[in-house]
Antibody, heavy 119, light 109 residues
Framework: EVQLVESGGGLGQPGGSLRLSCAAS????????MNWVRQAPGKGLEWVSN????????HYADSVKGRFTISRDNAKNSLYLQMNSLRAEDTAVYYC????????????WGKGTTVTVSS | QTVVTQEPSFSVSPGGTVTLTCGLS?????????PSWYQQTPGQAPRTLIY???TRSSGVPDRFSGSILGNKAALTITGAQADDESDYYC?????????FGGGTKLTVL
C-alpha cells in the first residue's frame, strides 16, 4: 500500500525551529518529486515547497523562502522540512504529498502533522 | 501576485448539477497549467479527484468531470449526492510549484 506518514509536529516558539519528517512506503520514493502543503486552522490549502527526486530541484513559496529548508534521504525513504524563524502564521497542519510526473499533480497525501507556533 | 480564484461557496440540491470554476487573477487558465481538483472534508487529508484538466483519479465516480470553460478550469458534479458536501480546491502548476485556489465550500441541500 502506498503510504505517507508525517511526524515531528508540535508546539514551537516564535523565532524557534521544528523539523518535520515524512516516511514513505509502497512506492519507489527515489523516483518522485515530493511536496509539502499546509493548512492553517479554518483556512485553505497552501503549497509550501517541493524537491526533485535527486534533490536537484528545490522550490519554495514566498511565504517560507529563507526560513524553511526541504530535504530528502532516498536511502531512508524520507522527506524533511526544517522550519526556522517560526512565526504565528506558520501554525497549520502540514501534509507531505507525492507528485506524479508528467501530469503535475499530487496523487498521494499523508494524513498531516500539526504545528502550533505560540509562546 | 497571481491568485487562483474560486467561488467561496456554492449550493446544490441532491441529484442536481453544479459547476465550480477556477480562474486566474491575471490571464486565462489553460491545459498548460495542468489544473487539478481535490476534495476535502473536515479533519481529513485532501483526496485527488481530477488531474490534467479532465482525467479522473482512480476510484473517483464518473459524476465528477473536469474541463476548461472559457478562460477557467471547471469541475462539474452531475447528480450530486449528500456525501459530496465538502470543500473543493483547484490547483494549478506554475512551472516550479503549485498555486492553490481558496477553495469552494459545497453544500448539498
Amino acid at each position: 500500500e502506498v503510504q505517507l506518514v508525517e511526524s515531528g509536529g508540535g508546539l514551537g516558539q516564535p523565532g524557534g525551529s521544528l523539523r518535520l519528517s515524512c516516511a514513505a512506503s509502497g512506492f519507489t520514493f527515489s523516483s518522485y518529486t515530493m511536496n509539502w502543503v499546509r493548512q492553517a486552522p479554518g483556512k485553505g490549502l497552501e503549497w509550501v515547497s517541493n524537491i526533485g527526486s535527486s534533490s536537484d530541484s528545490i522550490h519554495y513559496a514566498d511565504s517560507v523562502k529563507g526560513r524553511f529548508t526541504i530535504s530528502r534521504d532516498n536511502a531512508k525513504n524520507s522527506l524533511y522540512l526544517q522550519m526556522n524563524s517560526l512565526r504565528a502564521e506558520d501554525t497549520a497542519v502540514y501534509y507531505c504529498a507525492k507528485m506524479r510526473f508528467p501530469y503535475y499533480y499530487m496523487d498521494v497525501w499523508g494524513k498531516g502533522t500539526t504545528v502550533t507556533v505560540s509562546s | 501576485q497571481t491568485v487562483v480564484t474560486q467561488e467561496p461557496s456554492f449550493s446544490v440540491s441532491p441529484g442536481g448539477t453544479v459547476t465550480l470554476t477556477c480562474g486566474l487573477s491575471s490571464g486565462s487558465v489553460s491545459i498548460n497549467y495542468y489544473p487539478s481538483w481535490y476534495q476535502q472534508t473536515p479533519g481529513q487529508a485532501p483526496r485527488t479527484l481530477i488531474y490534467s484538466t479532465h482525467t479522473r483519479s482512480s476510484g473517483v465516480p464518473d459524476r465528477f468531470s473536469g474541463s476548461i470553460l472559457g478562460n477557467k478550469a471547471a469541475l462539474t458534479i452531475t447528480g450530486a449526492q449528500a456525501d459530496d458536501e465538502s470543500d473543493y480546491y483547484c490547483v494549478l502548476y506554475m512551472g516550479s510549484g503549485f498555486l492553490f485556489g481558496g477553495g469552494t465550500k459545497l453544500t448539498v441541500l
